[in-house]
């Protein structure tokens, strides 16, 4: 097993064989999600109920013109530039709220979410994570899918016996309790 590395990157191809030159660590593709920017916004869902961190759980909650434009209230949506090994439609993101002077963050665990206390980190060093969703925009319903990159096939959405429960579901294009709407 060799113990010494390079970080190299290819040139090209000459007479059958492959050239390469060194470069900076720093210029390496790596298996890790790298933040990018944070949106905050409130988001929207199936019964035009609005996404919030209520004490330690997510809920939705009917919000009145003025709770809409109170911060309290919006989720910040933390985009990742996701491993470039991996082609997953959508963009990586984290959900977080800020609640008591704390950043709690939508994580999967089986078929639930959970709001679990995090530091939003700059760099996650892992392809998958329990708090990592790809946001895929739904073009025929102008609203978008959170897909779970620890459970590939699971979405982020509601209980249909408890729509106010957040959970993770398997896609069902006809269904309406797995698409949110950022606002």
Known sequence: ?????????????????????????????????????????????????FLILNATQ????????????????????????????YSTPGRAVILSAHKDNKIYAAVCTGDKVLAEEVDIQKKIEENVHKAVFYMIQDERRHCFKLKSSLYPDKYLGFDENDSNKLVLRQYDPENHYDVVTLV
Do not use: W
Not at 4 to 10: E, G, N, Q
Not at 22 to 47: P, S
């Open 1 to 49: 097993m060799a113990k010494d590395s390079a970080h190299l990157t290819f040139v090209g191809l000459r007479n059958g064989c492959f050239y390469f030159d060194e470069c900076e660590q720093d210029e390496v593709d790596a298996d890790m999600f790298e933040l990018t920017g944070t949106l905050v916004k409130l988001i929207r869902c199936h019964n035009n109920k």
């Open 58 to 85: 997510f809920d939705l909650k009917d919000l009145n013109a003025a709770q809409q434009s109170c911060s309290d209230y919006k989720l910040c949506i933390n985009i990742y530039k996701e491993p470039t090994a």
